[in-house]
């Protein structure tokens, strides 16, 4: 099973800065991961993609946040990042991170898994 931990979001005013985390792990056997990507979901909306990076390392942004975030991962790559720099208040929300992969433990299993959610809120 995978397991996915978030961590980093917390009230911030306008023009401030967080940096959200979110490490993959499993259990038992290794994890071969083919992208993670960063959703967020405002209250009353629907969930809306914000960045996403391959294993690769190809990144993708929402027009949103084009120029204000920075999505990357760790060495390991296991790792993703979410450097958001300018922030707004139309920034607020849940912030989920998704990983995509495969599981190596004896046999080969796909998985698309949701971290837990982290609330992010820029408000003066």
């Known amino acids: 099973q995978v397991q996915l931990v978030e961590s980093g979001g917390d009230l911030v005013q306008p023009g401030g800065s967080l940096r959200l985390s979110c490490a993959a792990s499993?259990?038992?056997?290794?994890?071969?991961?083919?992208?993670m990507s960063w959703y967020r979901q405002a209250p009353g909306k629907e969930r809306e993609s914000v960045a996403g990076?391959?294993?690769?390392?190809?990144?993708n942004y929402a027009e949103s946040v084009k120029g204000r975030f920075t999505i990357s991962r760790d060495g390991a790559g296991n790792t993703v990042f979410l450097q958001m720099n300018n922030l707004k208040p139309e920034d607020t929300a849940v912030y989920y991170c998704?990983?995509?992969?495969?599981?190596?433990?004896?046999?080969?299993?796909?998985?698309?898994?949701w971290g837990q959610g982290t609330q992010v809120t820029v408000s003066s």
């Open positions: 998704n990983v995509v992969g495969r599981w190596y433990g004896g046999y080969v299993s796909r998985f698309n898994s």
């Open positions: 499993a259990s038992t056997g290794r994890l071969s991961i083919d992208s």
């Open positions: 990076i391959t294993g690769s390392g190809r990144t």
